[in-house]
Nanobody
Framework: QVQLLESGGGLVQAGGSLRLSCAAS????????TAWFRQAPGKEREFVAG????????VYADSVKGRFTISRDIGKETVYLQMSSLKSEDTAVYYC???????????????WGQGTQVTVSS
């Protein structure tokens, strides 16, 4: 099965940009749908962006549409989340997830990373 490891989180000012990376090991990403979730303090975990296993379809939460972009590099076995025009409400722990042969937005994902903290200061 695939293992996921996020990186790239940190502290950024409002309006700034940040790119999260999710390195996969154990299995090739080319057969996995991937997505990013986030969880802010005191809030439920929410879907942010997802990509189908073919890479042809992407879905975004309304709150990040136009500001965040999910992408992947199969050669590097890495999924990215490019975040721009960051707002204080984007502050959360961001998780990379995967599902074998999944669509761009699944109800359930089988594999989760440990998360990376993103803090946006206003």
């Amino acid at each position: 099965q695939v293992q996921l490891l996020e990186s790239g989180g940190g502290l950024v000012q409002a309006g700034g940009s940040l790119r999260l990376s999710c390195a996969a090991s154990g299995r090739t990403l080319s057969t996995y749908a991937t997505a990013w979730f986030r969880q802010a303090p005191g809030k439920e975990r929410e879907f942010v962006a997802g990509m189908s296993w073919t890479g042809r379809n992407t879905v975004y939460a309304d709150s990040v549409k136009g500001r965040f972009t999910i992408s992947r590099d199969i050669g590097k076995e890495t999924v990215y989340l490019q975040m721009s025009s960051l707002k204080s409400e984007d502050t959360a722990v961001y998780y990379c997830v995967a599902k074998l042969y999944g669509s761009a937005h699944e109800a359930r994902y089988d594999h989760w990373g440990q998360g990376t903290q993103v803090t946006v200061s206003s």
